[in-house]
T-cell receptor, first 111, second 113 residues
Framework: QKEVEQDPGPLSVPEGAIVSLNCTYSNSAFQYFMWYRQYSRKGPELLMY????GNKEDGRFTAQVDKSSKYISLFIRDSQPSDSATYLCAMNQGNAGKSTFGDGTTLTVKP | DAGVTQSPTHLIKTRGQQVTLRCSPKSGHDTVSWYQQALGQGPQFIFQ???????QRGNFPDRFSGHQFPNYSSELNVNALLLGDSALYLC????????????FGPGTRLTVT
């Protein structure tokens, strides 16, 4: 079983919808939680990272961490066609360069 | 400010050959990590370099080796290529004190035939 599990999708929503992306993990030592966006055939782009449990908001994006349930989420408000990409969750124990990734959820936002 | 750069963009090799991939980190970063991303999967950590030494290593065989230079740039070497080594190889840079901020390059797509 993988340390980080992510709903693979694909997920298709209309423009303007609220999107919820989720990951679960098994290693309780993970302390830092990241979300990346990856366009086809490109490198992942860091969207945001959080420490421990709680919420963090950045524009249309909100990251949520529940360490007691080992569950993290990314919410995208007012989704746009330009948000169409694969979203990767990642986490680590305090070393940014040694992160464990989920396999990504592919999102399509239709105009 | 240049981000992480990688070369080459694409590479085609034959089984058994050796390959070298190159990476220049984001300005100001001192740590380079390498990841392998197979099609439809998330990146898998290969190893990390800091101060020209391998700092951490993932679950990859010794055929995978690396190097970091005094200017923080790095190379990934893969010997005795297998078909299963075909993947996108990603370089990421961070600060050794960094806990969440890691920036990726565009990757090198390696095809082994």
């Amino acid at each position: 079983q993988k340390e980080v599990e992510q709903d693979p999708g694909p997920l298709s929503v209309p423009e303007g919808a609220i999107v919820s992306l989720n990951c679960t993990y098994s290693n309780s030592a993970f302390q830092y939680f990241m979300w990346y966006r990856q366009y086809s055939r490109k490198g992942p782009e860091l969207l945001m990272y959080t420490y421990s449990s709680g919420n963090k908001e950045d524009g249309r994006f909100t990251a949520q961490v529940d360490k007691s349930s080992k569950y993290i989420s990314l919410f995208i408000r007012d989704s746009q066609p330009s948000d169409s990409a694969t979203y990767l969750c990642a986490m680590n124990q305090g070393n940014a360069g040694k992160s464990t990734f989920g396999d990504g959820t592919t999102l399509t936002v239709k105009p | 400010d240049a981000g992480v750069t990688q070369s080459p963009t694409h590479l085609i090799k034959t089984r058994g050959q050796q390959v070298t991939l190159r990476c220049s980190p984001k300005s100001g970063h001192d740590t380079v990590s390498w990841y392998q991303q197979a099609l439809g999967q998330g990146p898998q950590f290969i190893f990390q370099y800091y101060e020209e030494e391998e700092r951490q290593r993932g679950n990859f065989p010794d055929r995978f080796s690396g190097h970091q230079f005094p200017n923080y740039s790095s190379e990934l070497n893969v010997n005795a290529l297998l078909l299963g080594d075909s993947a996108l190889y990603l370089c990421a840079s961070s600060l050794v004190t960094g806990v969440g901020e890691q920036y990726f390059g565009p990757g090198t797509r390696l095809t082994v035939t």
